[in-house]
């Protein structure tokens, strides 16, 4: 089942359209409550349980948890350092029989933090701040209760004190702000806890495993996808993307090169010469270009090449600066994917006259101006494609390696090769990348991350 993932607007809408339906704020708080202590109870084990509960909704999600972990022998302390303001929120604090206290020591044991969730908007101070401190410094098993407190649902902005937390129990959907830095990192693991609540129009959902298919029983190295690599000024970037590409799928990788290469397997083709007469053969069913392109004049005319062919290509490094409403104008938008780093998306919303403050943003912005599928790459990937967008779960830190991006390239282009789908190819090239890092185990080259491609395609067929 595809997860959506909301803004607060459109969280707000949700339980709403649920009021409408006949379910009631107080009967959605108990659902919250009630399936979050589900959870909490699992990972306390017996455990004292601290809860933490501020003045909105979120706390109110707080006392139901209080009380039925008090119901189920748990014992509990709950710290509040205001009274409830919502009334939905003062009437879980009523039904809440147990003592709470304005402040106090956090027991070792479990914290589960309900001061703030959606509704955050503005600074965390005292005494706010003063508890999500202490919370900090506590060694205790640490809950957040649909975001963490400090962490604006929609920006991921951190606008307090950040406790790393063990878990993050997302309620009725998954936030923007599960999914991008810099909040992220802190949430620890991630469930969602449902409460019936529905959605309609999703535009924007989180990314599942894909299921990637074996060749057909009448394949052949052609119609499995032939991936051409354009190369250009330096050959060592477009031969590891072709390291990747050859292990991701395309049955036949091609690397368009007038460097010798004399160590690149044997079983890369490479081709020398007229690169219009390279492009020209029907059998190439995608393009990759942009690893150790250059930027100069020979590198233009050659990305020029690339987009008049007209076929599927995806956009990586040196080609996304060179990029500009000119060359695309040669191309048709829906076949092209572009792979930006956070450098490059910056270099690319300045050439296409896009402004916006967030990563997020840009991306969503840059793909509606231009028509292209962006997957913008880093701890948090984003992917836009046709007013969609699609968030994933965190790879590993250790891709943040040189030449990482180039794999990441040579898979996307194989996958693209393979199917011609570009949302479809940089879905499963994320999930193959993050995948290969896992593989891969921690402080590998480029090089090795290229090489465990192969059996990260094992884990998706
Ligand atoms: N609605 C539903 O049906 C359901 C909602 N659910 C739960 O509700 C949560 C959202 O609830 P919410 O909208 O009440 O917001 P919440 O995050 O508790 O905090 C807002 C409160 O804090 C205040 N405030 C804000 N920033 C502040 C600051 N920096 N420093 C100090 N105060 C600050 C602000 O008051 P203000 O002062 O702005 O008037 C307001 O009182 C959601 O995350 C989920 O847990 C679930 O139970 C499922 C059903
Ligand atoms: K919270």
């Given at each position: 089942?595809?997860?959506?993932?909301?803004?607060?607007?459109?969280?707000?809408?949700?339980?709403?359209?649920?009021?409408?339906?006949?379910?009631?704020?107080?009967?959605?708080?108990?659902?919250?409550?009630?399936?979050?202590?589900?959870?909490?109870?699992?990972?306390?084990?017996?455990?004292?349980?601290?809860?933490?509960?501020?003045?909105?909704?979120?706390?109110?999600?707080?006392y139901?948890?209080?009380?039925?972990?008090?119901?189920?022998?748990?014992?509990?302390?709950v710290?509040?350092?205001?009274?409830?303001?919502?009334?939905?929120?003062r009437?879980?604090?009523s039904?809440?029989?147990?003592?709470?206290?304005?402040?106090?020591?956090?027991?070792?044991?479990?914290?589960?933090?309900?001061?703030?969730?959606?509704?955050?908007?503005?600074?965390?101070?005292?005494?706010?701040?003063?508890?999500?401190?202490?919370?900090?410094?506590?060694?205790?098993?640490?809950?957040?209760?649909?975001?963490?407190?400090?962490?604006?649902?929609?920006?991921?902005?951190?606008?307090?004190?950040?406790?790393?937390?063990?878990?993050?129990?997302?309620?009725?959907?998954?936030?923007?702000?599960?999914?991008?830095?810099?909040?992220?990192?802190?949430?620890?693991e991630?469930?969602?806890?449902?409460?019936?609540?529905?959605?309609?129009?999703v535009?924007?959902?989180?990314?599942?495993?894909?299921?990637?298919?074996?060749?057909?029983?009448?394949?052949?190295?052609?119609?499995?996808g032939?991936?051409?690599?354009?190369?250009g000024?330096?050959?060592?970037?477009?031969?590891?993307a072709?390291?990747?590409?050859?292990?991701?799928?395309?049955?036949?990788?091609?690397?368009?090169?007038?460097?010798?290469?004399?160590?690149?397997?044997?079983?890369?083709?490479?081709?020398?010469?007229?690169?219009?007469?390279?492009?020209?053969?029907?059998?190439?069913?995608?393009?990759?270009?942009?690893?150790?392109?250059?930027?100069?004049d020979?590198?233009?005319e050659?990305?020029?090449?690339?987009?008049?062919?007209?076929?599927p290509a995806?956009?990586?490094?040196?080609?996304?600066?060179?990029?500009?409403?000119?060359?695309?104008?040669?191309a048709?938008?829906?076949?092209?994917?572009?792979?930006?780093?956070?450098?490059?998306?910056?270099?690319?919303?300045?050439?296409?006259?896009?402004?916006?403050?967030?990563?997020?943003?840009?991306?969503?912005?840059?793909?509606?101006?231009?028509?292209l599928?962006?997957?913008?790459?880093?701890?948090?990937?984003?992917?836009?494609?046709?007013?969609?967008?699609?968030?994933?779960?965190?790879?590993?830190?250790?891709?943040?390696?040189?030449?990482s991006?180039?794999?990441?390239?040579g898979?996307?282009?194989s996958?693209?090769?393979?199917?011609?789908?570009?949302r479809?190819?940089?879905?499963?090239?994320?999930?193959?990348?993050?995948?290969?890092?896992?593989l891969?185990?921690?402080?590998?080259?480029?090089?090795?991350?290229?090489?465990?491609?192969?059996?990260?395609m094992?884990?998706?067929?």
């Amino acid at each position: 089942m595809t997860e959506p993932v909301l803004t607060v607007a459109e969280m707000r809408e949700a339980e709403k359209a649920a009021m409408d339906r006949g379910t009631n704020e107080w009967e959605l708080m108990q659902r919250a409550g009630t399936n979050a202590a589900q959870w909490i109870m699992r990972m306390a084990a017996g455990r004292p349980v601290t809860v933490l509960c501020g003045p909105g909704n979120n706390g109110g999600d707080g006392y139901v948890i209080a009380d039925v972990l008090g119901r189920s022998g748990y014992e509990v302390d709950v710290i509040a350092p205001v009274e409830p303001k919502s009334e939905t929120a003062r009437r879980a604090r009523s039904a809440f029989q147990g003592g709470v206290s304005s402040d106090g020591a956090l027991r070792t044991g479990v914290a589960v933090d309900c001061l703030f969730g959606y509704g955050l908007d503005r600074k965390v101070e005292e005494p706010f701040s003063k508890i999500l401190e202490k919370l900090a410094a506590s060694p205790c098993y640490k809950i957040a209760i649909d975001v963490p407190s400090a962490v604006q649902s929609d920006a991921a902005r951190v606008l307090g004190p950040l406790p790393r937390y063990d878990l993050t129990l997302a309620l009725g959907a998954w936030k923007q702000a599960h999914f991008l830095m810099p909040a992220m990192p802190a949430m620890g693991e991630k469930r969602l806890v449902t409460i019936g609540l529905e959605f309609e129009d999703v535009s924007s959902t989180v990314s599942a495993a894909p299921k990637i298919t074996s060749p057909k029983p009448d394949a052949h190295k052609y119609n499995r996808g032939l991936l051409a690599i354009v190369a250009g000024a330096m050959p060592g970037a477009p031969l590891l993307a072709a390291e990747a590409a050859m292990r991701a799928g395309a049955g036949y990788v091609k690397l368009f090169s007038d460097h010798s290469h004399p160590d690149a397997p044997a079983e890369l083709v490479i081709e020398q010469g007229s690169l219009a007469d390279a492009l020209s053969d029907g059998r190439i069913s995608a393009l990759l270009i942009g690893p150790g392109l250059g930027r100069d004049d020979a590198a233009r005319e050659r990305l020029a090449k690339v987009l008049e062919s007209g076929k599927p290509a995806v956009l990586d490094a040196d080609a996304l600066h060179l990029l500009d409403p000119e060359l695309l104008a040669m191309a048709d938008a829906k076949t092209l994917c572009v792979t930006p780093h956070e450098g490059e998306l910056a270099k690319l919303c300045e050439t296409f006259g896009v402004t916006a403050e967030s990563k997020l943003d840009r991306a969503r912005a840059l793909a509606d101006v231009t028509g292209l599928t962006v997957l913008a790459k880093g701890p948090d990937t984003i992917l836009v494609h046709d007013g969609m967008t699609s968030f994933f779960p965190r790879g590993s830190s250790w891709l943040s390696v040189a030449g990482s991006g180039d794999v990441l390239a040579g898979i996307l282009g194989s996958r693209l090769a393979t199917h011609g789908d570009p949302r479809r190819a940089a879905e499963e090239s994320v999930w193959l990348h993050h995948e290969a890092a896992r593989l891969a185990s921690p402080a590998f080259s480029a090089g090795e991350l290229a090489h465990a491609v192969k059996p990260a395609m094992a884990s998706f067929l």
